[in-house]
């Protein structure tokens, strides 16, 4: 069956005034369908590097990356696009949620750009919701809503194009600990009752080991350990 995830020495390189700087330095892994895998790390080891390149953001130095079987790096401009729409979803630190919009319009404007017309819209960002549990605050805007609230609407809209896999960077970096464990046992819930494919971004090897069933290291651009549980 083909992986979820495959890359071979792959690498991401740029220049900052003089110096090269090895963002990645030949990672090579895969990732089964359906895994559940966190990303561990310090600053600067190469983790949002990596979950960007697989989320279409940034294209690869070098090497090859393929996600569910298609070639990112030898994408175009417009593949990228479609695969950042149907085949990821991603959900950071920050929330990313326009201000001036209700829950429901946040997650539903993620399917406008798929061309799913606006009763469907607005139908499954309502069902979507639910299954996040806010079904009670559709109507309410970012500020109306708490942390774990606003990235339980991020991840809903990250779901909401149906992606294959999702990308989670630092999800509960701006949460206390007991919003921070809610909002990871509903990513776990859609790992494993979902089946959806997930990368966890997370410095902290401890969480990562109790909700992840695989596991990468990464220091200076290149993978130091791996396991699986």
Do not use: C, W
């Amino acid at each position: 069956m083909t992986a979820a995830l495959e890359t071979q020495d792959l690498k991401k390189h740029y220049t900052m005034g003089q110096e090269l700087v090895r963002a990645l330095d030949g990672v090579t892994i895969r990732l089964e369908r359906g895994e559940f895998l966190g990303l561990l790390g310090t600053s600067g080891s190469g983790k949002s590097t990596l979950l960007n390149l697989i989320g279409g953001l940034d294209r690869p130095t070098l090497g090859s990356l393929a996600v569910f079987g298609s070639n990112l790096a030898a994408m175009s401009r417009e593949e990228l696009s479609v695969h950042r729409r149907r085949s990821v979803g991603m959900i950071f630190q920050s929330f990313n949620l326009i201000p001036t919009m209700t829950a429901l319009e946040n997650v539903a404007l993620a399917m406008m750009f798929a061309g799913i017309p606006g009763k469907r819209r607005e139908q499954r960002a309502r069902e979507l919701l639910d299954q996040v549990g806010l079904g009670g605050r559709q109507q309410h805007r970012p500020k109306e809503l708490s942390g774990g609230e606003q990235q339980r609407v991020a991840i809903a809209r990250a779901l909401a194009n149906n992606p294959e896999i999702l990308l989670a960077d630092e999800p509960t970096g701006n949460l206390d600990s007991k919003t921070a464990r809610e909002i990871l046992n509903l990513l776990h819930d859609l790992n494993v009752r979902g089946g959806k494919t997930l990368i966890l971004v997370t410095h902290d090897a401890a969480l990562a080991s109790q909700y992840a069933g695989h596991t990468l290291t990464l220091l200076d651009g290149r993978v130091i350990a791996e396991a699986r549980s």
